[in-house]
């Protein structure tokens, strides 16, 4: 269970940082660290495995038939992409310690940094590609409220709404291509889909699942035409620029490339989708971040023509551009964190971004200066730095595609456009910061070096830029070797990470791209006055104009179709529904069918007449309010009686109280309201109605009818034949409810819960003058609490509850269970109510409706967990018969603590909505009604 804590280790820790913040700024710090810290332990607890090439699992069934199981897993790839994400998350902790201001809320940060990192742990070490769609939703909402964290400035707003919108969407898509993918695999464990790739490539729907996965890479990895949100999330403080952009966000999508790869590469589909949007990424990023002047804007445009090279090797579709791929994600993480800690420090202790105005800071900063032209050159891919080893690899791969027929020169020439672009904006960051000049009107002058601490992070990624640059075969090669081979699903190809291979077409291309960018650079004025000149394509305005005409679009929907009318609403559900029957019962020759339809009995014939004649006196006398709902109410009785008829006690009994719930609940309503309903529809839209009424009742009986008539075979055979065995109860209904199909009920319950509450908030607050007569000037009743009511409620309190607690305990196994007793006991207590009062019954009643409703929503959801804790699914339940002394044999079953939780999910949902009336029912005296 060690690769479990790994990822709930962030969870259960983001807490921590909060508690803590009020001890002081380094307590809240190192309560943030605690959590990577001990999952970096964990996770090297298994490095000597990993490294061995072994695949660790574990797996908890959650919904085995959805296929959605709570199963991780643990490989080279995993193992790279975690020690990235501890690793780099515990530096830009450290770091943000001395980045944040005092004023701000530093535990709120690391609380919302530790989400971020147990979504991004969920992804890259999931089994299940289910589970790993929820933690990749999971890393959208937490980088929202991350780009979003200085929520005061409007860029940051915009900024966090972008990501959150473009990132979801792709989500959207991700999800469709994933359910595709475990359609054809027939799994959605990812062993089994990356062992089906041939079979996935093989069919027919593999184009269009592709399409969606990278649709949801694409928008992740901020991959063209995706890419315009990433520098708009620049707004986001320093720290959660150096997280996202070297070691998690944009990394999740060239992750989940790398992932699947052995199921989905290895298809022309495949290599020009992915290699001709890296390479239009690699090009535009590095193009674009020229220009940039502010200096977090060239690092964020850059990381996206470094996503563009990745996505490109993949791309490629070859073994060794795969391995390639895997490392420069590890020197990009490296040397980008480096790069945005530093651009972070010069901000902070300049007060500007902006690249025309810091200039000289090599006099001001020389230890700063020296860490950020180290990790500039690593950009660069400077010799013996580790970007120089990952670049060589890619110039290498560029050379041996050969799917562009006599076009294959453009990828490599393309390539080496982009590496002089990126040596170019590279000596920008470095000249343009550190030296040219001295600097210019700077908020904070002079500058000086941070606190020692701060660059403390900035030290060790530049060192191991050093180090892996230096010496590539003793430090990075294990690990690079683990995680492609993860990555290849297979053998490793041959390969070497000397720093000389001799001089050779790749090594050509790096002179090139090196003396080209130094050449750009030294031409880049008139290039900047070129730029300057160009139509100013601004795609965050862009994105705001298409925000704002889908806003009005959907507006106008809106106004169509919800125009305020409920009768317009159920007319278009009627009639809808109404066409899709006809065109289901059109094709039958015959309406009748094979089988003879069950004999009715004179008393069943008198029921449903009773039944058909209080439904139409309802809608008769549907204007006088109070008429209308003692006729209801007798029809809801007949409904009752046909449950009983047709052998269903347990629908019976719940009908009754429903019936007294919903009989209270309206009377209570229609206290506040005239007796009669004034006439508001025409003549020609009653016709409407009429019309869809008779025809809608007619499709209905014909399709019951049609489906009477013919043989079909029903589930409740198997009901029937496991409610004792399966379940431990001879009452086939509530063994369906708290067991087989106990995830319904549990949801259910959730729903009532969250209505009940939302009841609540509506209701809270609320005054209405109670009505002093009627409609003919009679008074009411002076006496609000009559004594014959008073005592009979009384009377009636124990009693109920003792039949309440019987039909709780015996609802196993004969007609009852927690729904219906917990009606009963609600329809009692209202009862006190009404009879006493409201402030007569609270007094007496001083338990919590918020926390009955919520207990009850925790207790089932823990039986549920329960079941894990002996190796079962969700939700299963246990029984057993066991012999008590005096009492004699009884059967105990961990179902009857489910509907407990059932019973005070109802109790307390039903208590909050009846009883809060009570509150409304109080003039401005307080004086009360009910």
Not at 359 to 374: C, Q
Not at 706 to 719: E, G, M, N
């Amino acid at each position: 269970m060690a690769l479990a804590l790994i990822v709930a280790l962030p969870f259960l820790g983001l807490f921590l940082p909060v508690l803590a913040d009020r001890l002081g700024r380094s307590a809240c710090a190192a309560a943030a660290a605690i959590a990577p810290i001990v999952a970096l332990v964990l996770l090297f607890n298994h490095r000597s495995a990993v490294f061995a090439g072994e695949v660790l699992r574990i797996k908890l069934e959650w919904l085995p038939q959805l296929g959605l199981n709570l199963s991780l897993r643990l490989d080279g790839l995993g193992f790279l992409f975690a020690l990235l994400i501890l690793g780099i998350g515990l530096l830009v902790i450290l770091y943000a310690r001395y980045y944040l201001a005092k004023t701000e809320p530093m535990g709120r940060f690391f609380a919302f940094l530790l989400l971020f990192m147990g979504a991004m742990l969920g992804v890259v070490l999931s089994e299940n590609l289910l589970l790993m769609l929820m933690f990749w939703e999971l890393t959208s909402l937490s980088s929202f409220l991350l780009i979003g964290f200085w929520g005061s400035r409007s860029d940051a707003r915009k900024g966090a709404r972008m990501a959150l919108a473009i990132t979801g969407g792709g989500g959207l898509a991700l999800l469709a291509g994933i359910l595709l993918i475990g359609h054809i695999a027939g799994s959605f464990e990812l062993s089994q889909v990356l062992a089906a790739g041939y079979a996935i490539r093989a069919h027919e729907l593999y184009p269009v699942a592709l399409v969606l996965v990278l649709l949801g890479v694409f928008t992740k990895s901020a991959q063209f035409p995706f890419h315009f949100w990433l520098p708009h999330a620049m707004a986001a403080p320093t720290p959660v620029s150096a997280y996202l952009h070297s070691a998690t966000m944009v990394k999740a999508g060239v992750f989940l490339l790398a992932r699947l790869y052995p199921a989905l590469a290895g298809s022309e589909w495949w290599f020009y989708m992915v290699s001709l949007t890296g390479l239009a990424t690699l090009l535009v990023g590095a193009g674009m971040a020229l220009f940039q002047h502010d200096l977090k804007g060239l690092l964020a445009y850059s990381t996206i023509s470094h996503l563009g090279l990745i996505t490109l090797l993949f791309g490629l579709d070859t073994r060794l551009a795969a391995v390639a791929a895997v490392f420069h994600i590890i020197n990009h993480a490296t040397f980008k964190a480096s790069l945005f800690m530093a651009a972070g420090i010069i901000d902070h202790e300049t007060g500007s971004r902006d690249m025309r105005r810091i200039n000289g800071l090599w006099k001001y900063m020389p230890h700063t200066a020296v860490l950020a032209m180290v990790a500039a050159s690593a950009m660069a891919g400077v010799p013996l730095l580790n970007g120089f080893l990952s670049k060589e690899m890619f110039f290498t791969e560029t050379l041996h595609q050969h799917l562009l027929g006599g076009f294959n020169w453009v990828i490599p020439a393309a390539a080496t456009l982009a590496g002089v672009f990126s040596v170019a904006y590279s000596l920008r960051f470095i000249h343009d910061v550190f030296f040219n000049g001295e600097p210019i009107d700077l908020p904070n002058y002079p500058p000086h070096e941070p606190p020692r601490y701060m660059k403390v992070p900035v030290e060790v990624l530049v060192f191991l830029c050093l180090l892996v640059g230096v010496v590539p075969a003793y430090t990075v090669a294990p690990l690079l070797a683990t995680a492609a081979a993860s990555t290849l699903g297979g053998e490793l190809p041959e390969y070497s990470l000397a720093i000389w291979h001799g001089f050779n077409l790749p090594l050509m291309m790096s002179f090139i791209a090196l003396f080209g960018g130094i050449l750009v650079y030294a031409c880049r004025r008139p290039l900047f006055r070129w730029y300057e000149g160009l139509p100013n394509l601004d795609a965050k305005e862009a994105f705001d104009q298409v925000v704002r005409y889908m806003t009005r679009l959907s507006v106008r929907i809106t106004k169509l179709l919800e125009s305020g009318s409920l009768q317009r609403y159920l007319a278009w559900m009627l009639g809808s529904a109404l066409t899709l029957m006809v065109i289901a019962l059109s094709p039958l020759e015959q309406l009748t069918g094979s089988v003879a339809m069950t004999p009715v009995d004179p008393l069943t014939v008198a029921g449903m007449l009773i039944l058909m004649v209080t439904a139409v006196l309802t809608v008769v006398f549907h204007r006088r309010r109070l008429v209308a709902l003692m006729i209801l109410s007798a029809a809801g009785l007949m409904v009752a009686l046909a449950f009983a008829r047709f052998s269903a006690p347990d629908l019976a009994l719940t009908q009754l109280s429903v019936e007294v719930v919903t009989i209270i609940l309206l009377m209570l309503i229609l206290y506040f309201m005239t007796d009669r309903t004034p006439a508001e529809s025409s003549s020609l839209r009653g016709l409407r109605d009429l019309t869809l009424a008779l025809g809608s009742g007619t499709m209905v009986a014909m399709l019951a009818y049609a489906v009477l008539t013919r043989p079909y075979q029903s589930i409740s055979s198997f009901f029937l034949e496991n409610s004792v065995s399966g379940g431990g109860g001879t009452n086939v209904v509530n063994v369906i409810l708290v067991d087989f199909r106990g995830f319904d009920t549990l949801g259910e319950i959730t729903v009532l819960a969250i209505a009940a509450i939302g009841i609540y908030a509506l209701l809270h607050g609320l005054r209405l003058p109670h009505p002093t007569h009627d409609k003919n000037g009679r008074p009411w009743s002076s006496d609000a609490h009559p004594m014959i009511l008073d005592n009979l409620a009384r009377a009636i309190l124990p009693m109920a509850l003792l039949i309440s607690a019987f039909i709780f305990l015996r609802g196993h196994n004969l007609p009852g269970g927690g729904f219906i007793a917990g009606l009963i006991t609600s329809v009692a207590l209202i009862l006190q109510y009404i009879s006493h009062g409201v402030t007569w019954t609270q007094q007496r009643l001083k338990f919590s409706y918020h926390a009955t409703a919520g207990w009850g929503v925790l207790i089932a959801g823990l039986t549920g967990l329960g079941s894990w804790a002996f190796g079962s699914p969700f939700l299963t339940s246990a029984f057993g018969h066991f012999h008590i002394p005096l009492i004699g044999e009884i059967e105990l079953a961990t179902a009857i603590l489910f509907d407990l939780g059932v019973f005070l999910a109802v109790v307390g949902a039903t208590l909050l909505i009846l009883s809060n009336i009570g509150h409304v029912s109080q003039d401005e005296s307080c004086k009360e009604v009910i």
